[in-house]
C-alpha cells in the first residue's frame, strides 16, 4: 500500500502540472499577431501612376518662389507604419556629406510632377527660407 500512494498521487498530480504548463505556453502566445491571413500578392510589372523611390533619390527640389531655383536634393524619405510618404529629407549645401544642411518637407507642402521622363519636385519656399528652417535630426529609433 505504501508504494500505491505515491503512484496514485503522481497519477493526480502529473495531469494537473501538465495543464498548467499548457495554459502557460497558451498566455505566451496570446500577445503575438496572427498573419495566418496575411496573403502575400506578387506583381510582374509597375501598376500605372506608381513610381520607384530610386526615382527622386538624389532628384533635385526646385523652388516655386524664386524662378524654379534648385535649392537641395532629395537624401531620403520619412514614412509612416502604412507606408505612406510623410516628408522629404532634402540636403542642401555642402560638399561631400559635410557642411551640408538637411531639412524634412512636409509632403504636402510638395508639388511632383513629371517633365519629360524626369520627375520634378518643387516647393513654395526659397534657399534662404530653407537655410532658416530647423534641422532635421534623423531619430535611429
Known amino acids: 500500500m505504501n508504494m500505491i500512494k505515491p503512484f496514485l498521487l503522481s497519477l493526480t498530480l502529473t495531469p494537473a502540472m501538465l495543464l498548467a504548463a499548457s495554459v502557460s505556453v497558451a498566455d505566451e502566445h496570446a500577445d503575438k499577431t496572427d498573419y495566418a491571413g496575411t496573403k ?11 513610381l520607384h523611390a530610386s526615382d527622386l ?15 537641395g536634393s532629395i537624401d531620403n524619405f520619412l514614412l509612416d507604419e502604412n507606408g505612406q510618404i510623410i516628408a522629404l529629407v532634402v540636403s542642401m549645401g555642402g560638399l561631400m556629406g ?5 531639412v524634412a518637407i512636409d509632403w504636402d507642402g510638395v508639388v511632383l510632377s513629371q517633365e519629360d521622363d524626369d ?7 526659397d534657399q534662404d527660407t ?7 535630426e534623423h531619430d535611429a529609433n
Do not use: W
Open 40 to 50: 502575400v500578392t506578387f506583381l510582374t510589372e509597375q501598376p500605372s501612376g506608381t
Open 98 to 102: 559635410m557642411g551640408e544642411k538637411v
Open 130 to 136: 530653407l537655410e532658416e528652417a530647423d534641422d532635421y
Open 57 to 71: 533619390m538624389g532628384a533635385d527640389v526646385r523652388s516655386m518662389a524664386s524662378d524654379d531655383e534648385k535649392i
Open 119 to 125: 520627375y520634378v519636385v518643387r516647393i513654395n519656399a
